[in-house]
T-cell receptor, first 108, second 116 residues
Framework: RKEVEQDPGPFNVPEGATVAFNCTYS??????FFWYRQDCRKEPKLLMS???SGNEDGRFTAQLNRASQYISLLIRDSKLSDSATYLC?????????FGKGTLLTVNP | DAGVIQSPRHEVTEMGQEVTLRCKPI?????LFWYRQTMMRGLELLIY????????DSGMPEDRFSAKMPNASFSTLKIQPSEPRDSAVYFC??????????????FGPGTRLLVL
């Protein structure tokens, strides 16, 4: 089983839609989790940290379920500029382990 | 802040040639990471330095790969000899244990390597 697994998508949604991504992880000792965003041909950039049960930042909500070992990212009122690949990451002992990412395309 | 700087941004070379990728971390950051990204395998950690010392190189694919960090502001990743399967985007990232979020890594723009 891969350490971090994500649905690769692609997710195609219209502007204004709500979209949710899920991610499962295998290392129960993981200390924290992150969502990074990667635009086409660009580097990954931190979107949100998920330290406890969850985190909210504007239109973005991340939730962590340690019992079931999954993390989710909810995007409300999606914008064209939200089109990107969203990477789920677990952090343990200095090391980030990445999922392969979920591709989101928001259409006008 | 200039961010993490990588060079070259693109590299095209022939199989068997030596390739050297360069990275300048964010000033003040004491941890440096080299990653490789491919469609098939996603982002993989190759090697991690802390205070210029290699801590974990278990992700380095084989002896053809080597990495150095001679000082706090410079690191190299070398492939010799290069092979077509080394074609990928290589990212360098840095972080600081002295920041409020030591786990947060900042990525450079990457080097796109194509080995023919």
């Amino acid at each position: 089983r891969k350490e971090v697994e994500q649905d690769p998508g692609p997710f195609n949604v219209p502007e204004g839609a709500t979209v949710a991504f899920n991610c499962t992880y295998s290392n129960s000792a993981s200390q924290s989790f992150f969502w990074y965003r990667q635009d086409c041909r660009k580097e990954p950039k931190l979107l949100m940290s998920v330290y406890s049960s969850g985190n909210e930042d504007g239109r973005f909500t991340a939730q962590l379920n340690r019992a079931s070992q999954y993390i989710s990212l909810l995007i409300r009122d999606s914008k064209l500029s939200d089109s990107a690949t969203y990477l789920c990451i677990q952090y343990s002992n200095y090391k980030l382990t990445f999922g392969k990412g979920t591709l989101l395309t928001v259409n006008p | 802040d200039a961010g993490v700087i990588q060079s070259p941004r693109h590299e095209v070379t022939e199989m068997g040639q030596e390739v050297t990728l360069r990275c300048k971390p964010i000033s003040g950051h004491n941890s440096l990471f080299w990653y490789r990204q491919t469609m098939m395998r996603g982002l993989e950690l190759l090697i991690y330095f802390n205070n210029n010392v290699p801590i974990d190189d278990s992700g380095m694919p084989e002896d053809r790969f080597s990495a150095k960090m001679p000082n706090a502001s410079f690191s190299t990743l070398k492939i010799q000899p290069s092979e077509p399967r080394d074609s990928a985007v290589y990212f360098c990232a840095s972080s600081s244990i002295y920041s409020g979020e030591p786990e947060t890594q900042y990525f450079g723009p990457g080097t796109r390597l194509l080995v023919l």
